[in-house]
């Protein structure tokens, strides 16, 4: 129902069972403080619930654009693709400007709790830095977004019936999606480089959590599917993280005529060599890398870590493959969602 022109998000929020939490705590270094939103069983870390009615009613701009993943899908790469794109192939502002900066992520403070906060500002030598990023990544960024110039690139994790419900009527919304297991494995890493999660058991275990639905933003078919229903509307782009690894001039000259920009062929080979995965790699404001001064990230990981498609076959024994191949079969069966087979 709407109230004061806020309408309450319809869905629960949910404690996960009893023994989803211990098995949680028996594989996580520290056990996630994990919520579910929905029917759907969305899983976010508790924070998240703060602000999910402000992200729900959040007003938006016709020069919005989103782009919109489920983690570990290329949602950086693209990020990088857009803005270029929109902005007029404006590398110089692109290299002095960190990505995090030039896209707010909606849900990213959900990560960085009270207790997080506290013990950061304690052991931290520079204190006014340390409240300098808290502001930064622990703080949700609806409130700054109401006053962000325009055009606003906004980041986000979350699934279609958990943004504002009508907003493609509005807002540009670039969706990518990329073979689950491929996202499993990169989610592993990623579990790994961000101190806060701290996974330190084998990829088998993550792997039966991830297909259980029990990691942040999950479960994967229903993100990934709810954004496919939508994949027709003209203010939705559908992209997949194979299609842009098979042939990116394609993808760039589709994400072109999205925005209503065209490259000459000098300027399309330029913007390629800036998004090879090499470039990509050493370009320090893409690469995460900024975030290594403050303590957050592990040392043996980096977030621009192999960019392929088909590395999960590294991963997965005879059994697991079986199992991915029954998990897919089951959750395609309903739908004409296909992922490129490259
Ligand atoms: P891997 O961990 O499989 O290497 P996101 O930005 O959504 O978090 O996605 C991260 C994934 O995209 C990582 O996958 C990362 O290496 C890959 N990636 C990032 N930039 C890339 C690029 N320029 N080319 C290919 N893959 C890239």
Known sequence: GEQNGVTKLPYEFEELKPEEKKELARLYASEPDFVSIGPKRYIFLRPYCDDAENVYNMPLRPSDIFVATYQRSGTTWTQELVWLLANNLDYETAAKIPLTERYPFLELFMFFNKKW??????????????????????????????????????KTHLPMSL??????????????ARDPRDVAVSCFHHSKLFRVLDFPSPFKDFWNLFIRGLF?????????????????????LFLFYEELIQD????????????????????????????????????????????????????????????KAGGWRD?????????????????????????PNI
């Open 315 to 339: 991963y997965f024994d005879e059994e697991m493959t079986e199992q991915a191949q029954r998990w897919m079969e089951d959750n395609l069966r309903d739908t004409d969602l296909r992922f």
């Open 248 to 307: 990116l001039p394609v993808v760039i000259r589709r994400v072109g005529d999205f925005l209503g920009k065209e490259l000459t062929e000098e300027q399309m080979a330029r913007l390629c060599d800036h998004l090879s995965f090499e470039n990509f790699k050493n370009n320090k404001s893409v690469n995460f890398e900024e975030l290594r001064e403050y303590d957050v990230l592990s040392p043996e990981e980096v977030f621009i870590r192999k960019g």
């Open 117 to 154: 906060q506290e013990r950061l500002l304690e052991r931290a030598a520079d204190k006014e830095q340390a409240k300098a990023l808290i502001e930064k990544i622990a703080k949700p960024v609806t409130g700054r977004l109401l006053a962000a110039p325009s055009p606003r690139f906004i």
């Open 163 to 176: 943004l504002p419900p009508k907003i493609l009527d509005t807002a540009k919304v670039v969706y990518v």
């Open 216 to 236: 942040t933003e999950l479960p994967f078919f229903d993100h990934v599917k709810e954004a496919w229903e939508c994949r027709n509307h003209p203010n939705m």
